[in-house]
């Protein structure tokens, strides 16, 4: 974390447009979806591969929320 307002250190709100630039070099972007289509029949599945995957999704959820602000729910997670 760092001094600013927003998560990551940020001065100003950013917006997930904002923070694509960040994502898509390293996680596949393909009309509107990461990742790549696995074998469900849902279409909307996707799988993002990965040797660690607590660090894979740490990185992208840190790199999409960069500039936003959290807050717990009402159930406290």
């Given at each position: 974390?760092?001094?600013g307002?927003?998560?990551?250190?940020a001065?100003?709100?950013?917006s997930?447009?904002?923070?694509?630039?960040?994502?898509?070099?390293?996680?596949?972007?393909?009309?509107?979806?990461?990742?790549?289509?696995g074998?469900?029949?849902?279409?909307k599945?996707?799988?993002?591969?990965?040797?660690?995957?607590?660090?894979?999704?740490?990185?992208?959820?840190?790199?999409?929320?960069?500039?936003?602000?959290?807050?717990?729910?009402?159930?406290?997670?």
């Open positions: 974390m760092g001094t307002v927003y998560k990551g250190g001065f100003y709100h950013h997930i447009s904002e923070n694509l630039p960040n994502l898509t070099p390293r996680y596949t972007l393909t009309n509107g979806y990461f990742g790549i289509r074998d469900s029949t849902r279409e599945i996707r799988h993002i591969e990965s040797k660690d995957p607590i660090f894979t999704s740490n990185d992208f959820y840190n790199k999409l929320t960069h500039g936003a602000t959290e807050k717990k729910m009402s159930n406290g997670k």
